[in-house]
């Protein structure tokens, strides 16, 4: 052998030893982003993206551990109403920006700005400010005393203290520092994020993300088996068998429909306890399900959540006591808008739908407005015009029932549809309650209240499941987050 043939072969020994070869996934995701600011919508397209762009001074293991993220250890109390945390040193944002306590209080204040009017506040219960120790120190401050507040700043992403005073660029070019970086938004299509090489947590393996935008079930599923997607969220359960891969888990979303109580439609609490009753929940967790999906227990809080009343039962299925008590109600063919969105979670629309006509069949008329989802962001939250009921799937990353309180229940806040002074009143002592025994009997007391007042219509359960191509290598998460720096790939 010649020495440039030599020469050639020993080159191509260098190259290959020091390249890595790129790895790209492509995501299909049930919804299109309304926006990618990080702290003002509640949006879940917007959240399955930035949860990878983002981070938060706290953060959860794969099975919901709560640990430390930005902060370097746990936050310690002050005070009744202060909890101090320490800040990892050296961590930047992606345009440069160091991360520290400008940040985080930068960041409080932004999200609890009411100018901002964020959706997120559901979450984030009496936070109320955020003063700089040093540069590496910052108390977060409560209106109230609140023994979660480790938990909501799991919730609370961080965001570049300058960079975030532009609206405009951080809803459209997102900045974090987390373990992915933004790169380009192509609108009705798709978003693509690259590895962030200095990410504090060590590189990622996969170099190159795609979010798809595909809101039909049908079409992830046949990307899936094309090859055109590696992970599809929200797999037909029916077709687990035939995709490369399938997993689940016991994920924290529970579907309900939220009465707007006030409304006319829904006020009498006799076609309340109907709408429950006129609903088989066994057969929508089996016929639409296959049985990834439990039956709720009469709440909305989910089971394992602090605050969950092991002392109710589901609604049973009686569609003649639901047509007597409508009788008795005086309203029967009474219209109620019943306001749904299509493609965000697992048959929203056929479960949508199926719950319309168990409530047609016991004499009401169902008006079914299906929304594009910002539509149906907007809706939902508009505080002056709650629709007389609408379809949700409510997620609980608290793991507890205050999470609940405030999205549904609280009046005036989230997505709640009431104007109970009494039932806001008893959902602000129980938030701020500090012993934990009676803590949980306030809640038990007010789920009952709940259930007996038929604030809401609890529906199921769910698991989330996933289809992946045969490459991937990834253990889904309880929270339901989509974090690509836990996934690797196999070629």
Same mark, same amino acid.
Not at 22 to 49: C, N
Not at 132 to 145: E, G, N, Q, W
Not at 386 to 393: G, K
């Given at each position: ?6 020469g ?19 995501v299909?995701?049930g ?11 509640d ?7 930035n ?15 709560l ?11 002050v ?5 101090q945390?320490?800040l ?8 440069g ?19 901002n009017?964020?959706?997120?506040? @559901? ?5 109320? &400010?955020a003063?700089?120790? +040093? =540069?590496l %120190?910052? !108390?977060?401050?409560?209106? /109230?005393p ?6 909501r700043?799991y919730?609370l ?15 459209e ?10 790169g380009?938004w192509?609108r ?6 690259? @590895? ?5 947590? &060590?590189?990622?393996?996969? +170099? =190159?993300? %795609?979010? !798809?935008?595909?809101?039909? /079930? ?12 590696d ?5 037909l ?6 995709v ?9 979303e ?11 439609a ?7 306890r109907?709408?429950n009753m006129a609903? +088989? ?8 399900? /296959?049985?990834?999906a ?7 809080v989910l089971p394992?959540?602090f605050g ?17 008590l409508i ?6 063919g009474?219209?109620i808008?019943?306001v749904?969105e ?10 949508i739908?199926?719950?319309?006509a ?12 299906i ?22 799937l ?40 500090v ?16 259930h ?15 289809g992946?191509?045969e ?5 889904p998460?309880?929270?339901?987050k989509?974090?690509v ?7």
């Amino acid at each position: 052998m010649n020495t440039r043939i030599l020469g050639l072969a020993a080159g191509l020994a260098v190259l290959f030893a020091s390249t890595s070869w790129a790895q790209s996934i492509t995501v299909a995701i049930g919804s299109e982003p309304s926006t990618l600011d990080p702290q003002l919508r509640d949006d879940g397209g917007e959240r399955q993206v930035n949860d990878n762009i983002y981070e938060a001074l706290m953060a959860r293991t794969a099975t919901g551990d709560l640990v430390p993220g930005l902060a370097a250890d746990a936050p310690t109390q002050v005070d009744a109403r202060t909890w101090q945390f320490k800040l990892r040193e050296g961590i930047k944002f992606h345009n440069g920006e160091p991360f520290n306590a400008d940040a985080v209080v930068a960041s409080v204040l932004r999200v609890i700005d009411p100018a901002n009017n964020s959706e997120q506040m @559901a979450y984030l219960g009496p936070l109320s &400010g955020a003063e700089k120790v +040093d =540069d590496l %120190t910052v !108390r977060i401050i409560t209106s /109230a005393p609140d023994p979660i507040l480790p938990a909501r700043m799991y919730w609370l992403k961080m965001v570049p203290a300058a960079y975030s005073k532009n609206a405009t660029a951080i809803a459209e070019k997102p900045v974090g520092t987390g373990p992915y970086k933004f790169g380009t938004w192509d609108r009705g299509n798709s978003i693509t994020m690259t @590895a962030n090489t200095d990410y504090w947590g &060590g590189e990622p393996q996969i +170099d =190159d993300v %795609t979010y !798809r935008f595909v809101s039909e /079930a049908g079409t992830r599923l046949s990307g899936l088996v094309a090859g055109e997607f590696d992970v599809v969220v929200n797999l037909l359960p029916e077709f687990a068998d035939s995709v490369p891969q399938a997993k689940s888990v016991s994920g924290l979303e529970a579907s309900v429909i939220i009465l707007g109580v006030d409304n006319p439609a829904v006020k009498d609490v006799r076609v309340r306890r109907a709408l429950n009753m006129a609903i +088989d929940r066994h057969a929508l967790a089996e016929s639409l399900f /296959a049985g990834n999906a439990k039956v709720t227990t009469g709440q909305l809080v989910l089971p394992g959540a602090f605050g969950y009343n092991e002392s109710l039962e589901n609604w049973p299925y009686d569609p003649q006591g639901a047509k007597k008590l409508i009788a008795e109600a005086g309203a029967a063919g009474t219209t109620i808008d019943l306001v749904g969105e299509a493609g965000r979670w697992l048959k929203d629309r056929e479960l949508i739908e199926a719950v319309a006509a168990y409530w047609t069949e016991v004499g009401l008329k169902v008006n079914v407005e299906i929304l594009e989802f910002s539509v149906y962001l907007d809706r939902i939250f508009d505080m002056g015009n709650r629709p007389d009921s609408y379809f949700v799937l409510n997620s609980n990353e608290l793991f507890d029932a205050d999470r609940e309180m405030a999205f549904a229940y609280e009046p005036g806040q989230g997505g709640a549809s009431n104007s109970d002074k009494a039932l806001g009143e008893a959902i602000r002592a129980a938030r701020s309650e500090v012993d934990g025994e009676k803590r949980k009997a306030a809640y038990a007391v007010i789920t009952k209240k709940l259930h007996d007042e038929a604030y809401d219509v609890p529906l199921l359960n769910h698991q989330d499941i996933y289809g992946m191509s045969e490459k991937m290598e990834w253990q889904p998460r309880v929270d339901s987050k989509i974090i690509v720096r836990e996934m690797k790939v196999n070629e």
